[in-house]
Protein backbone atom coordinates (compact mmCIF):
# COMPACT_ATOMS: atom_id res chain seq x y z
CA UNK A 1 0.00 0.00 0.00
CA UNK A 2 1.13 3.46 -0.46
CA UNK A 3 2.26 5.92 2.05
CA UNK A 4 -0.39 8.16 3.07
CA UNK A 5 -1.53 11.16 0.69
CA UNK A 6 -2.06 14.42 3.03
CA UNK A 7 -3.68 16.39 -0.35
CA UNK A 8 -5.97 13.73 -0.53
CA UNK A 9 -6.34 12.92 2.91
CA UNK A 10 -7.26 17.05 3.24
CA UNK A 11 -9.61 16.22 0.76
CA UNK A 12 -11.25 13.35 2.54
CA UNK A 13 -11.59 15.14 5.78
CA UNK A 14 -13.42 17.97 4.34
CA UNK A 15 -16.05 16.19 2.60
CA UNK A 16 -15.88 13.11 5.24
CA UNK A 17 -15.56 14.48 8.35
CA UNK A 18 -15.39 18.50 8.17
CA UNK A 19 -19.18 18.04 9.11
CA UNK A 20 -18.88 16.84 12.57
CA UNK A 21 -15.37 18.09 13.30
CA UNK A 22 -12.65 20.94 13.39
CA UNK A 23 -8.51 20.27 12.86
CA UNK A 24 -6.85 23.70 13.75
CA UNK A 25 -5.81 24.61 17.06
CA UNK A 26 -7.91 25.73 19.62
CA UNK A 27 -10.91 25.14 16.78
CA UNK A 28 -14.21 24.95 18.55
CA UNK A 29 -16.04 21.10 19.21
CA UNK A 30 -18.79 20.68 16.49
CA UNK A 31 -21.01 17.25 16.77
CA UNK A 32 -17.79 15.86 17.08
CA UNK A 33 -14.97 16.86 18.96
CA UNK A 34 -12.00 19.04 17.73
CA UNK A 35 -9.17 16.59 15.62
CA UNK A 36 -6.17 18.77 15.84
CA UNK A 37 -3.36 16.50 17.29
CA UNK A 38 -5.72 13.57 17.69
CA UNK A 39 -2.87 11.02 16.90
CA UNK A 40 -0.88 9.83 19.93
CA UNK A 41 -3.87 11.21 22.14
CA UNK A 42 -5.64 9.35 24.81
CA UNK A 43 -9.40 8.79 23.41
CA UNK A 44 -12.00 10.70 25.38
CA UNK A 45 -9.67 13.43 27.16
CA UNK A 46 -10.55 16.39 24.78
CA UNK A 47 -11.09 19.51 26.95
CA UNK A 48 -14.54 20.77 26.95
CA UNK A 49 -16.53 18.14 24.80
CA UNK A 50 -18.42 15.70 26.49
CA UNK A 51 -17.75 12.04 24.57
CA UNK A 52 -20.05 9.16 25.66
CA UNK A 53 -19.70 6.81 27.89
CA UNK A 54 -18.40 4.22 25.18
CA UNK A 55 -15.51 6.31 24.24
CA UNK A 56 -14.53 7.76 28.32
CA UNK A 57 -14.77 3.83 29.03
CA UNK A 58 -12.03 3.17 25.87
CA UNK A 59 -8.29 3.04 27.58
CA UNK A 60 -7.31 3.74 23.85
CA UNK A 61 -4.24 5.76 22.50
CA UNK A 62 -5.27 6.68 19.10
CA UNK A 63 -2.39 5.59 17.30
CA UNK A 64 -2.13 5.40 13.34
CA UNK A 65 -3.37 1.53 14.00
CA UNK A 66 -6.46 2.36 16.40
CA UNK A 67 -7.46 5.07 13.95
CA UNK A 68 -7.66 3.15 11.36
CA UNK A 69 -9.67 0.15 12.97
CA UNK A 70 -11.87 3.45 14.09
CA UNK A 71 -12.28 4.60 10.25
CA UNK A 72 -13.26 1.65 9.21
CA UNK A 73 -16.12 0.97 11.81
CA UNK A 74 -16.44 3.34 14.48
CA UNK A 75 -19.15 1.48 16.01
CA UNK A 76 -17.24 -1.97 16.23
CA UNK A 77 -14.12 -0.54 17.27
CA UNK A 78 -15.93 1.48 20.00
CA UNK A 79 -19.51 -0.58 20.63
CA UNK A 80 -21.59 2.21 21.99
CA UNK A 81 -20.49 5.05 20.09
CA UNK A 82 -22.66 7.84 19.49
CA UNK A 83 -20.80 8.58 16.52
CA UNK A 84 -23.26 8.01 13.42
CA UNK A 85 -20.46 8.18 10.84
CA UNK A 86 -20.55 4.43 8.71
CA UNK A 87 -16.68 4.42 8.22
CA UNK A 88 -14.01 4.62 5.56
CA UNK A 89 -13.93 1.10 4.10
CA UNK A 90 -10.85 1.76 1.62
CA UNK A 91 -7.66 1.02 3.22
CA UNK A 92 -5.91 3.91 1.33
CA UNK A 93 -8.77 6.50 2.49
CA UNK A 94 -8.07 5.40 5.89
CA UNK A 95 -3.93 5.74 5.55
CA UNK A 96 -4.52 9.47 3.45
CA UNK A 97 -6.90 10.48 6.57
CA UNK A 98 -4.51 9.75 9.17
CA UNK A 99 -1.56 11.50 7.37
CA UNK A 100 -3.45 14.65 7.16
CA UNK A 101 -4.15 14.14 10.54
CA UNK A 102 -0.75 13.76 11.60
CA UNK A 103 0.32 17.05 10.14
CA UNK A 104 -1.41 19.03 12.81
CA UNK A 105 0.95 18.52 15.77
Request: with cysteine; aromatic share 10%.
Amino acid sequence: MAPGDTINGARLFMARCNQCHTISAGGMHKAGPNLHGVVGRQAGTQPFYFYSQAHTNQNVVWTEENLSKYLENPKTFVPGTKKSFPGLKNPQDRKDVIAFLKQTH
